[in-house]
C-alpha cells in the first residue's frame, strides 16, 4: 500500500485499474491479496520511482470506478486466453456463469 500511495500516477485512476487489473490476473487461484511481486511485475515504475503524491479528486462513483475496474480485469483475463471464456473464468476466480453474467451486464 505504501508503495501504491506514495506513486504518482500519472494516468490518475485508469493507470491504478490496469495496474490492479494485471496483477489480479497474475495472482494463484486461491490467493485472496495482491503482494508486492505481483505490482512490480507490470508496474516496474512502482518498484523503482519515489514520486510525489498529488491529492486525489473524485470524479466518479466508487460503483462506476469498480465496474471498470472488473471489466478491465475481464477483458485482460480473455486477452491472455485467446477469448478462451472457460479458461478466462477459471483466471479470475469466477464461475463460467458468472463470467457470461458479468459479460452480459457490461455488455462487452
Given amino acids: 500500500m505504501e508503495r501504491l500511495d506514495h506513486y504518482h500516477w500519472p494516468g490518475n485512476v485508469r493507470e491504478l485499474e490496469n495496474v490492479i487489473g494485471r496483477a489480479m490476473i497474475k495472482l494463484n487461484y486461491l490467493d485472496s491479496l495482491i503482494d508486492e511481486p505481483q505490482i512490480e511485475v507490470y508496474g516496474t515504475a512502482l518498484a523503482n ?55 452480459d451486464r457490461s455488455r462487452m
Avoid: D, H, M, W
Fill in 49 to 103: 520511482k519515489e514520486e510525489v503524491r498529488q491529492p486525489l479528486t473524485f470524479s466518479k462513483p466508487l460503483s462506476q470506478v469498480l465496474a471498470e475496474a472488473e471489466k478491465s480485469a475481464i477483458l485482460l483475463a480473455l486477452k491472455e486466453c485467446n477469448g478462451n471464456r472457460t479458461e478466462a473464468a477459471r483466471l479470475l476466480g469466477i464461475s463460467l456463469r458468472s463470467l457470461y453474467y458479468k459479460l
